[in-house]
């Protein structure tokens, strides 16, 4: 206890004069992960080599540099030193995140997919790795992994509504409408100002052969983003399936337009579920906080791009770092 309490104490202190020279593999590796947290990557990288220099099977910096590496857009080296440092320290969790998140930016979303499974198993509750696990599943076609995965983030961030979204169209993928609609009705009941989960949920709704409900959802997405194509699509549709004869035999629409809200969101088009008309996005973060997802309406996309993580690695990696080389000494 007196040894973590001694060096608290000596991280505070390095931290709070960051002009001290560093002397040492340790004080290199502090210096490195204060770069980093403030975003300064390139500088994390020059001190992270420094510190390996000092010595060169220092886990803890190879796991850093990684992830700096992974932030300067470097994912390939990024995956190389990962493996090194997992090789000296398998259940470094910095390593893990880093390698998973290297591997999901080459677009390598099997062995991304199974690397978070890896890292999952030391650090379970790291919402943003769960998502872009989930962003992988979709990417290879396997839906209900892919819902599984966006599951956890909700479990964590029950009010994030991209991460609801993205929930509801795995499942409208994998055909599973009743649970897309549960998801739907989650995120819709986060935020009623979001016209690409309006329209998502009208298509699951449309699934379920339940037409009016349906068009009351094209109609909100409508009355958030008049020109959204695809809801109106989708309301011009399902409009058509419900006209009816009347008794003299004219045509009479069962259309009720409804006008919500001023927030203005525009859809992604894909080709997801039967007329599916919107992305499943990603969080890829490599925070190994888990923080990162950001509780905001669907995002305007025309391409999936991820989002990039947060600079800030915490104390408690250094700390983390620094406990591992006293167990080393």
């Known amino acids: 206890m007196r040894k973590k309490v001694l060096i608290l104490v000596l991280l505070v202190t390095i931290l709070a004069i960051p002009a001290v020279h560093a002397e040492d593999a340790v004080e290199w590796y ?3 992960q204060a770069s980093a947290s403030s975003g300064n990557f390139a500088d994390a990288v020059t001190y992270y080599n420094n510190a390996l220099a000092l010595d060169k099977n220092y886990a803890s910096a190879m796991a850093g540099k990684a992830a700096a590496l992974n932030q300067l857009g470097r994912y ?17 969790p910095v390593a893990l995140n880093a390698r998973a998140f290297g591997l999901f930016k080459l677009q390598q979303y099997d062995a991304a997919a199974a690397a978070y499974d890896k890292l999952f198993a030391v650090q379970p509750n ?10 992988a599943y979709v990417q290879l076609n396997e839906s209900r992994q892919a819902a599984a995965a966006y599951g956890h983030c909700t479990a964590m961030d029950p009010l994030n509504i991209d991460a609801w979204n993205n929930e509801g169209l795995a499942y409208l993928q994998a055909g ?5 609609l549960d998801a739907f009705d989650k995120a819709t009941s986060v935020s009623v100002k979001n016209a690409t989960v309006w329209n998502n949920k009208g298509l699951a709704y449309e699934a379920l052969g339940k037409p009016q409900d349906a068009l009351t959802c094209f109609n909100k997405a409508l009355g958030i983003d008049p020109n959204f194509a695809d809801a109106q699509k989708n309301k011009d549709d399902v409009t058509g399936k419900l006209q009816v004869y ?11 337009i409804s006008r919500i809200g001023t927030f203005y969101t525009t859809p992604t088009p ?21 923080s990162g997802v950001k509780t905001t309406p669907v995002a ?20 983390a770092g620094l ?7």
Do not use: M
């Open 30 to 32: 502090i210096k490195a």
């Open 76 to 92: 390939t080296e990024a995956v190389t030193l990962s493996d090194n440092a997992l090789a000296i320290r398998s259940a470094d």
């Open 126 to 135: 790291n919402r943003d790795a769960f998502c872009n696990q989930g962003y």
């Open 176 to 180: 599973d409408y009743a649970s897309a």
């Open 246 to 256: 009347n008794i003299s035999g004219t045509i009479t629409p069962t259309v009720t």
């Open 270 to 290: 894909s080709g997801t579920g039967t007329t599916v008309t919107a992305a499943i996005e990603p969080a890829a973060s490599q925070s190994t906080s888990g």
């Open 300 to 319: 305007k996309r025309t391409t999936y791009s991820p989002v990039s993580p947060g600079p800030v690695f915490g104390a408690l990696a250094v700390v």
């Open 323 to 329: 406990l591992g080389t006293l167990r080393k000494d």
